[in-house]
């Protein structure tokens, strides 16, 4: 009983921290997103239903993060992982400047995301003194000079799209570089002695083996995709909505601080939409690793 009693005085200063950080804010959130008419100056609100679910669900702008959204979750989580794979298995391969590769590999990711998204903004927009880097580069090869930034909305979602892959790559190279070198040997020498082909070799031992670290990689490049946001306003300004690149947390940003603020209800509906979303995903995704992740 003593014991019972000391463990649950050891953990009590973090039930106390989550209780008043994570599960008061989600209660709140909760309440506010049935609340309609709500008005933070006075703290009164006219009814109680689902209207600000309805308002979000039928406004253009949710609408379109939604579809921003789920392009870059659908493009960038996938493309993301195979390249790491690639590059994570050309450096298992290789013995010289190995350690010099991995650093190089991995410097993005100690970088300030703003100050990549700025870079990458000087990179593709096009100025009345410069078509930009890029630009420069297509036109070596005949192609027209494009605004990326500013132009066509595939144009801007390219950039997008790319950017993301660029931040993200390093985390999962890391992750991939390490799960292969822990791969026990002696499967690999026993299929060599049997003349087992190379292809073979990485669809059955290799994949299977760090079968966990892809799915955790999915798992989170899922639930990080789903929350973009800074790299956007690196990109594209902080005027999201009048770029026709907003994303859901960058919904949920401008109805409680943005030019369309002041309606926290509206956005407690909205992130509690984004949270269905996510949550709903990453179940699917625990289904489909029962089938294809061997621990």
Known sequence: MKSSLKAWIYLLPAIAFLAVFMIYPLVDVLVYSFEEGYNSASQSFWGVGLYNYSYVLHDPYFMQAVRNTFLIVIITVPVSTGF???????LSS???L???FQTVFFLPYVTNTLAVGLVFMILFKKTAYSDGLVNLLLAVFGA?????????YWAKMFVMCFYTVWVVLPFKILILTSALASVNQVY???ARIDGTPRWR?????????ISPMIFYLVITGFIGAFKAYS????????D????????IVGYIYDMLYGNSGGYPSYASAAALILFAIVFTITCVNLLISKKNVHY
Do not use: C, Q
């Open 94 to 96: 290789i013995k010289a």
């Open 231 to 238: 790299d956007e306003v690196a990109l594209f300004g902080t």
């Open 188 to 190: 690999y020498n026993a």
């Open 144 to 152: 027209g000079p494009v605004d990326f930034i500013d132009g066509p």
């Open 84 to 90: 790491a794979l690639l590059i994570s298995l050309g």
């Open 201 to 209: 070799i990485f669809t059955r031992i290799t994949l299977p083996m």
């Open 98 to 100: 190995r350690d010099l």
């Open 240 to 247: 999201l909505n009048a770029a026709g690149m907003n994303t």
